[in-house]
């Protein structure tokens, strides 16, 4: 927005004022910028004087323009849709709604008349602009959600063309970029990203192609395309994986990388033939929405202080334990971020690398050029590590240079395929590992599920009787017993204030559902068991003691269960005693 020098001033002047600058750094830059002949405002943010938000706010008040803060507006899609999404991003405009015959809009500069105008001619109505900072105007982009009724349409445009072109056509179709079949596929892949979606699972049937995305660990039917698109479609995804688009009786792997938002989110593209055609499923890893912080995934009280404990050793093994798709490699992300500093080196082996970490030397597996876990193990220990992260220990090999890495010195970390943090031993021992060794290695063994979070709209109700028995029998023994134990306990474990054991009923809550919170669930928390490997634990292992016997001694120590910590934090209104039963069922 260009300003003439005595409005720079004002803006300048207003700040200082308004105690919302450092007065004698403001100045200094005004000062400077004027005598370079630069922007004075743009050097206001460059020396992050002050922020962008700021500047723009008090630049809309000098010169008398209206001014809407939109950085945590929740917007209704209707009313964005009112301007095309690729015209938003490329004009960086939001529709704000109409009154009075006119649509109002926000912009980062009102007096760009031309954009103004172009915005009407596109609308056909006429337009008040309003003044926004650039983090409004990203905000709302982020709110676009792809409308997947086009790619029906775009999917036929795609068949009509192959039709018409014949089989020649149909492959040209297949790796053209601006295709019709493209077209849909970007939109699918725009859909599933900004749903949050973990999973993208392109299905054929007899006389269709179902598209089901995974959002908070749950499958959901997206939309279903005409059959006759499949293979251009799986062609497509083969080419942009790099696979080979000719073989279809044997599954592969593949992987690609595409921009949504600014934000890089990598793809990993399995495929496989079945009965109706081939299937792909698509995994998005989305490094944006990640968090790495143990506490923030929900590890909490005995859990988190069994975790820090077992990391603040300089050696042994530490073994995260769950299904696929429980967030073991993301928790052993954030142990290594906790203990990452510039005087250890750490080293890890992973197959794929998710996440790319400054200060840590990540090593990405190749199966077809050797680099194995077990040989990828091997080599590192030869790198004078301090820390090394297997990805996953997979067969004995693995396991047993494992062992030896923490029995020499280094710090382990790594994740076993076991349903509780109990089964990791046993499962250890299955694998030829003898159980003196895995006794005198492991420091803390953790058993993990993902459950869905309640979303922000939601409603308390009081637990009718069978259920207040239940959790009573499930976590009473937890719970304060008297209204003098309720903060010592509340602060203890860590999930908040706790009712009383003895309470006639409880207060539990659940989300109103909502199209960003389909049954009232939004976002992910983590249900963690720990144990602590302690010399009782150690004459267990080497007694060959069942998981049953280890985790029967470990609960009396103190280890609170996957189970018990969710329905903890079903109390403590974190998610639901349904959603608890879902990821939980099958154990203790």
Same mark, same amino acid.
């Given at each position: 927005m260009l300003l003439t020098k005595e409005q720079e001033q004002s803006v300048v002047k207003l700040l200082i004022e308004d105690g919302l600058v450092d007065g004698a750094l403001a100045q200094k830059t005004y000062t400077e910028a004027q005598s370079a002949g630069q922007p004075v405002l743009a050097a206001l943010r460059s020396k992050s004087v002050a922020s962008d938000d700021i500047i723009q706010h008090a630049t809309a008040i000098v010169t008398n323009t209206p001014y809407i803060d939109l950085r945590n507006i929740k917007f209704d899609k209707d009313k964005l849709l009112k301007i095309p999404q690729d015209t938003a991003k490329a004009h960086k405009v939001v529709p704000l709604g109409e009154k009075d015959?006119?649509?109002?809009?926000?912009?980062?500069?009102?007096?760009?008349? =031309?954009?103004?105008? $172009?915005?009407?001619?596109?609308?056909?109505?006429?337009?008040?602009?309003?003044?926004?900072?650039?983090?409004?105007?990203?905000?709302?982009?982020? =709110? $676009?959600?792809?409308?997947?009724?086009?790619?029906?349409?775009?999917?036929?445009?795609?068949?009509?063309?192959?039709?018409?072109?014949?089989?020649?056509?149909?492959?040209?179709?297949?790796?053209?970029?601006?295709?019709?079949?493209?077209?849909?596929?970007?939109?699918?892949?725009?859909?599933?990203?900004?749903?949050?979606?973990?999973?993208?699972?392109?299905?054929?049937?007899?006389?269709?192609?179902?598209?089901?995305?995974?959002?908070?660990?749950?499958?959901?039917?997206?939309?279903?395309?005409?059959?006759?698109?499949?293979?251009?479609?799986?062609?497509?995804?083969?080419?942009?994986?790099?696979?080979?688009?000719?073989?279809?009786?044997?599954?592969?792997?593949?992987?690609?990388?595409?921009?949504?938002?600014?934000?890089?989110?990598?793809?990993?593209?399995?495929? #496989?033939?079945?009965?109706?055609?081939?299937?792909?499923?698509?995994?998005?890893?989305?490094?944006?929405?990640?968090?790495?912080?143990?506490?923030?995934?929900?590890?909490?009280?005995?859990?988190?202080?069994?975790?820090?404990?077992?990391?603040?050793?300089?050696?042994?093994?530490?073994?995260?334990?769950?299904?696929?798709?429980?967030?073991?490699?993301?928790?052993?992300?954030?142990?290594?971020?906790?203990?990452?500093?510039?005087?250890?080196?750490?080293?890890?082996?992973?197959?794929?690398?998710?996440?790319?970490?400054?200060?840590?030397?990540?090593?990405?597996?190749?199966?077809?050029?050797?680099?194995?876990?077990?040989?990828?193990?091997? #080599?590192?220990?030869?790198?004078d590590p301090d820390v090394v992260m297997v990805g996953e220990i997979r067969d004995a090999e693995t396991a047993n240079l494992a062992v030896q890495a923490a029995l020499t010195g280094h710090l382990v970390f790594s994740t076993l395929h076991t349903n509780s943090a109990a089964g990791i031993l046993p499962r250890l021992l299955d694998m030829g590992i003898e159980p003196f060794l895995l006794a005198s290695t492991l420091n803390t063994v953790i058993g993990q599920r993902l459950a869905r979070r309640v979303s922000e709209r939601k409603e308390s109700f009081q637990t009718p009787e069978l259920e207040t028995a239940a959790i009573k029998q499930a976590v009473g023994n937890l719970l304060p017993q008297t209204q003098a134990d309720v903060a010592i306990v509340s602060e203890k474990l860590g999930y908040g204030t706790l009712p009383l054991a003895t309470a006639s009923h409880f207060t539990l809550v659940k989300g109103i559902e909502t199209e960003d919170a389909p049954g009232g669930y939004k976002g992910r928390i983590g249900l963690f068991e720990t144990i602590d490997v302690d010399d009782d634990i150690q004459k267990l292992i080497v007694a060959h003691a069942t998981s049953g016997d280890i985790m029967r001694v470990a609960k009396m120590k103190g280890t609170i269960t996957m189970r018990q910590d969710g329905i903890m934090k079903a109390l403590a209104g974190y998610t639901t005693i349904e959603e608890v039963n879902r990821v939980s069922s099958d154990l203790a």
């Open positions: 015959g006119q649509l109002f809009i926000a912009v980062i500069d009102p007096t760009n008349i =031309q954009r103004i105008d $172009y915005i009407a001619t596109l609308v056909k109505m006429a337009v008040r602009p309003m003044m926004t900072s650039e983090a409004g105007i990203q905000n709302a982009l982020m =709110q $676009y959600v792809a409308d997947l009724k086009d790619v029906d349409r775009i999917a036929e445009r795609g068949q009509e063309q192959e039709q018409a072109g014949g089989a020649g056509g149909k492959e040209v179709q297949t790796i053209t970029q601006d295709s019709p079949i493209s077209k849909a596929l970007t939109s699918i892949l725009d859909y599933a990203a900004k749903s949050k979606a973990s999973d993208i699972h392109i299905e054929p049937l007899e006389n269709s192609l179902v598209i089901r995305c995974r959002v908070d660990g749950v499958l959901r039917k997206t939309m279903e395309l005409p059959k006759s698109i499949e293979p251009a479609l799986v062609s497509r995804i083969k080419i942009m994986a790099k696979l080979k688009i000719d073989e279809h009786r044997l599954p592969q792997d593949g992987q690609f990388s595409v921009l949504v938002n600014d934000n890089e989110i990598d793809l990993r593209i399995a495929t #496989s033939p079945v009965v109706w055609g081939e299937q792909v499923v698509i995994r998005l890893l989305d490094k944006s929405g990640t968090s790495m912080e143990v506490e923030e995934m929900g590890m909490t009280g005995r859990a988190l202080k069994d975790v820090i404990a077992g990391i603040s050793r300089p050696n042994g093994m530490i073994l995260t334990s769950g299904p696929t798709g429980s967030g073991k490699t993301t928790t052993l992300y954030a142990l290594v971020k906790k203990i990452k500093n510039e005087t250890i080196n750490i080293v890890t082996l992973e197959d794929p690398v998710e996440y790319k970490m400054d200060g840590v030397n990540q090593i990405q597996i190749n199966t077809d050029a050797g680099l194995t876990f077990a040989s990828g193990l091997r #080599s590192i220990l030869r790198q």
